[in-house]
T-cell receptor
Framework: GEDVEQSLFLSVREGDSSVINCTYT??????LYWYKQEPGAGLQLLTY?????DMKQDQRLTVLLNKKDKHLSLRIADTQTGDSAIYFC????????????FGSGTKLNVKP | GAVVSQHPSWVICKSGTSVKIECRSL??????MFWYRQFPKQSLMLMAT?????????EQGVEKDKFLINHASLTLSTLTVTSAHPEDSSFYIC??????????FGQGTRLTVV
């Protein structure tokens, strides 16, 4: 499968911004995604970005894509304790938009 | 929105037995579904693509005889872990396509083999 990598942990204080980074290898990916997984729960789609875009903003979330470096980031503004979860980046498998290759997940811990 | 339901949510079985996990699309049809496996504190690994009416496509390194996939209808795919062993203990998640940009994930099944 494709290689998608993330740092494992991030700890921030409530109210600060969080930035979660991801690198990927498949340059043919059409879409790149960020999913959130809370303890014991399934996956929740947060946002996605089309591969010909550099940036996408959705309320507190900002996604930056550097296609040349194959680098994706998710910025969460004004991080809240409810944002504590594991965040996965994922790329769709080239021609098959719905087949995902996930990163290792970044566990975000938000301290009050 | 569209819902994908997995059953059971958790299962404990004895080593050597087989376990079947169901994945249903509740309000839409899915000719393709995907099965993932998540090891503790690790990422989701794509196991296979389940195809309605034809054989599943397995990712490299996944034993097809160990993980039997049957896409019996347009709303149901099943994953059977045969002759389960403790190393098969994991969180299994299925998904179904939701159009070009999204997939709908089931809530997952936690399998513990004792």
């Amino acid at each position: 499968g494709e290689d998608v990598e993330q740092s494992l942990f991030l700890s921030v204080r409530e109210g600060d911004s969080s930035v979660i980074n991801c690198t990927y290898t498949d340059s043919s990916s059409t879409y790149l995604y960020w999913y959130k997984q809370e303890p014991g729960a399934g996956l929740q789609l947060l946002t996605y970005i089309f591969s010909n875009m550099d940036m996408k903003q959705d309320q507190r979330l900002t996604v930056l894509l550097n296609k040349k470096d194959k680098h994706l980031s998710l910025r969460i503004a004004d991080t809240q304790t409810g944002d504590s979860a594991i965040y996965f980046c994922a790329e769709s498998g080239g021609y098959n938009f719905n087949k995902f290759y996930f990163g290792s997940g970044t566990k975000l811990n938000v301290k009050p | 929105g569209a819902v994908v339901s997995q059953h059971p949510s958790w299962v404990i079985c004895k080593s050597g037995t087989s376990v079947k996990i169901e994945c249903r699309s509740l309000d839409f049809q899915a000719t393709t579904m995907f099965w993932y496996r998540q090891f503790p504190k690790q990422s989701l690994m794509l196991m296979a693509t389940s195809n309605e009416g034809s054989k599943a496509t397995y990712e490299q390194g996944v034993e097809k005889d160990k993980f039997l996939i049957n896409h019996a209808s347009l709303t149901l795919s099943t994953l059977t872990v045969t002759s389960a062993h403790p190393e098969d203990s994991s969180f299994y998640i299925c998904s179904a396509p939701g159009g070009e940009t999204e997939a709908f994930f089931g809530q997952g099944t936690r399998l513990t083999v004792v």
